[in-house]
């Protein structure tokens, strides 16, 4: 700033400082800021010279879906449309205040996140069973997955006895004990045992019923009996068709796989080439898990970026041959079109899962920008990659797979930066010393990638499957480059021989690659502590957590060093979880029981599945056949009493006759029975509550008892001895009767494909 002679005038101190920041357009915007924050000032400043604000439009859709996600009932879709609307036009109004344009992009982007969501469910919205039917269904077989004990069907049904068209379901999956002669497109008609898809196991538990709502799938089960193939006149539409025949192919190329190479590695050999686990052995699937690399059997980034990269190499390579070609044209944009055109092949062949394609669209994003000149590795790319995949599928946000592919990258990407340092030149300049230096430094960069992306992915680790493995990087750093350099190279050799027959020695070679990764896993998973389960973690250090992990992946500038603040929270939050008290069957057919020993009683008859869920949420390891989970637990014919802290009885009761002792000693009763309305405990959760509200979890506290569900929320109830605090008032039936026996819950195999891939 000059004076009125033209000399320069300095500016007070207590002046407020202005920053002038570069923009887009040319013209200098101003963000004027207080004394005391030069130090933001000029960190926002560097944020917008390197681009750094385009990432934060990614984070805020991601919001809007997250806010979209606990709305309550069915919103509509003018509201958060004509609300993107109006921040846009005020954005565009606004342009050259920057602070004002920016904050009006943020909420534009929210708004748009919550729309993409409304536009997402109501795209996909069908019936769903509601109760349990044994009936005649006709349907198209859509895919086959072979199990180790018969297949997995996904039907299009075209009919269902006694329910009516629009009640019906449009996809069901369905086990058959043999499935011979079965293959996709084929019109088959058979007996059903359904059920309607489950519900989570606990709040926060995994959710497949909603998973399954995405999906089209309303109802899963078993074939009872013969399955019976039957002429169509119409057959199915082409979709289908095509769809099938891809099934089909990807079956054929599994089977031969499997059989070129035998045993378990044959299994993990065909599953990295078409995506059908379902010939992986149950002991080798958790062999792989304990090692922490079981990422390695389900087709997502690491896949695709290495088949991508194969292609590459192999088109760049063929064209280098030619030197008129290699001199004149683009190569490497040649050999970029080429890898994209072979990962959107691998994509389809694999079975275009949800990981498979979101995986895809970042390769296709990474190779695009080669296209275009601009540096396929940087946060921007992966901010569109992120936007793509998100305004197709909102629902991927709550999956494990897209929090923890796109965590473990950003993080790694934040590392780039202080990866880039000077090479160290090797002793004497000779060839064996700079190849020493040359591995030596690979070793680093896998070493140190892999520790990033496991303390990036440990929060979602622990919130979705509560367990952590800490011998994981030296399960990675060995397996890893087996799986570089020998096993997806191979598979894309090995694809490429298919259609000639020349095929089986190069899966041969791929499959001592794989048997080598499995001894590996073997030596890793025996190592004691190798898979350490830990208490689920709670919504709110989840939150924390995940915004350290953003804050320290978009900012360019030190406003990375904000991070320490909610990551520390989080981390003080996650060290101290709050555990629930009591976990109770969707159906009551069993529950949890926190006793005086500080451990979890099981009492009733709940599923093997959902009581491990249960246990693995509390951090206990303990399996649902441990003979401990019973023994603080008192059981009759009439129902169960746990002994629980402070000197509370919970009443588990089975009998209506148990009903009179029960009520007036214990301070909450569980049934699935209806309670009578004159039963003073303090909670009374009995059947027609739990089908209002689902599974539900108590937390005992000085003052009141907590109750939360899967279908209504919190809820929070004072203590009283007099007031009885009911989920439902029922009528008390005449005379006590005996209840029927309580029988086991018989729940289909849950999908365990998000923790699979992660």
């Known amino acids: 700033m000059e004076d009125n002679q033209g000399k320069p005038r300095r500016i007070p101190r207590s002046t407020a ?47 809007g879906i997250v806010l979209f996600f606990q709305a309550e009932g069915r919103p509509a879709l003018w509201a ?55 009936t005649p269904i006709t349907g198209f077989i859509e895919t086959i997955e072979d199990r180790e004990t018969g297949k997995r069907l996904l039907l299009r049904v075209t009919g269902m006895k006694d329910v009516a068209d629009a009640d019906r379901p449009h996809r069901v999956r369905v086990s ?20 309607p898809p489950p519900q989570a196991a606990w709040p926060g538990g995994y959710d497949f019923a909603r998973d399954a709502s995405f999906k089209g799938i309303g109802a899963v089960g078993s074939m009872v009996g013969q399955v019976r193939l039957i002429d169509s006149l119409e057959g199915p539409d082409w979709p289908l068709r095509l769809a099938a025949r891809v099934d089909e192919a990807r079956n054929a190329l599994t089977e031969r796989i499997a059989s070129a190479i035998g045993g378990a590695a ?24 304990g090692a922490g690399i079981y990422h390695i059997v389900s087709i997502s980034g690491l896949h695709m970026v290495l088949a991508a990269g194969t292609f590459f190499w192999l088109a760049r390579a063929l064209l280098a041959l030619a030197p008129g070609v290699a001199l004149l044209w683009p190569v ?77 990258v950003a993080a790694m990407m934040a590392l780039v930066p202080l990866m880039h340092r000077p090479k160290l030149e090797g002793a004497g300049g ?17 070493v140190t990638t892999t520790l990033v992306a496991s303390f990036a992915t440990a929060p979602f680790a622990a919130y979705h499957f509560q367990s952590l493995n800490p011998y994981g990087l030296i399960g990675n750093a060995l397996a890893l480059p087996l799986v570089s350099l020998v096993v997806m190279p191979s598979a894309v050799l090995g694809v490429l021989a298919y259609p000639f027959g020349l095929d089986r020695p190069i899966w041969q070679v791929m499959g ?4 080598q990764v499995l001894d590996v896993s073997v030596w890793v998973g025996s190592f004691s502590g190798s898979t350490l389960v830990v208490p689920a973690l709670g919504n709110t250090a989840l939150v924390l957590l995940s915004l350290g992990l953003v804050l320290v992946s978009v900012p360019a500038s030190a406003l990375r060093w904000l991070a320490f603040v909610p990551a520390g929270a989080g981390l003080a939050l996650a060290a101290s979880p709050d555990r629930y008290d009591v976990f109770i069957d969707r159906d009551g057919a069993g529950a949890a029981i926190r006793g005086r020993s500080g451990q979890l009683s099981l009492v009733g008859r709940p599923s093997d599945f959902v009581a491990e869920q249960w246990l693995r949420a509390d951090g206990d390891s303990r399996r649902a056949d441990d003979g401990s989970l019973r023994q603080e637990a008192k059981c009759d014919a009439a129902g169960c009493v746990v002994a629980a802290a402070e000197g509370r009885w919970i009443a588990f009761v089975q009998d209506f006759a148990a009903f009179e002792e029960d009520c007036r000693r214990a301070a909450v ?32 506290r000085p003052e009141a008892v907590e109750l939360r569900s899967v279908r209504k929320g919190r809820e929070v109830r004072a203590w009283s001895g007099a007031e009885p605090h009911r989920t439902e008032m029922s009528a008390a039936p005449e005379r006590p009767r005996r209840a029927q026996p309580v029988p086991e819950q018989d729940f289909p195999e849950e999908d365990l494909q998000a923790q699979d891939e992660n």
């Open 332 to 408: 490497k944009k040649i050999a970029a079109v080429a890898a994209m055109i072979g990962a959107t092949i691998y994509c389809i062949f694999s079975g275009s899962d949800v990981a498979t394609e979101r995986s895809l669209v970042m390769t296709l994003v990474m190779f695009g920008a080669v296209l275009v000149d601009r540096p396929a590795l940087s946060i921007r790319n992966l901010s569109i990659a992120a936007l793509i995949v998100l305004a197709r599928e909102p629902e991927a946000l709550l999956g494990p797979s897209f929090q923890m592919s796109f965590g473990a």
């Open 430 to 446: 000779g060839i064996v010393a700079r190849g020493v230096v040359w591995i030596g430094q690979a070793l680093l960069g896998l």
């Open 266 to 289: 044959g299994g993990v050999g065909a599953a990295l080439v078409t995506g059908k686990r379902g010939l992986i052995p149950e002991p080798t699937n958790d062999v792989l898990r």
């Open 512 to 515: 001592a690659a794989v048997s």
């Open 80 to 134: 958060p449309v004509g609300a993107f609307t109006v921040c846009s036009a005020a954005a565009l109004a606004l342009r050259r205040k920057l602070a004002i344009f920016s904050a009006m992009i943020a909420l534009a982007a929210l708004f748009a996140g919550f729309s993409a969501g409304v536009i997402r469910a109501r795209s996909v919205a069908a019936p769903a069973l509601t109760h349990l039917v044994i």
């Open 669 to 700: 009763i569980v049934t699935r029975l209806k309670a009578p309305p004159t039963c003073k405990a303090s909670l009374v959760l009995d059947g027609d509550g739990l089908k209002e509200r689902g599974a539900a979890t108590i937390r005992f």
């Open 17 to 63: 400082r202005v920053v002038a920041l570069p923009w887009s357009s040319g013209v200098p915007q101003i963000w004027a800021l207080p004394d005391g924050s030069a130090w933001l000032s000029r960190n926002i400043s560097l944020e917008v010279e390197q681009r750094r604000l385009f990432p934060w439009i990614a984070v805020f859709f991601g919001l």
């Open 176 to 195: 058959v004990r043999s499935g011979e002669g079965l293959s996709p497109g084929q019109l088959i008609v058979g007996t059903a045992r359904l059920l």
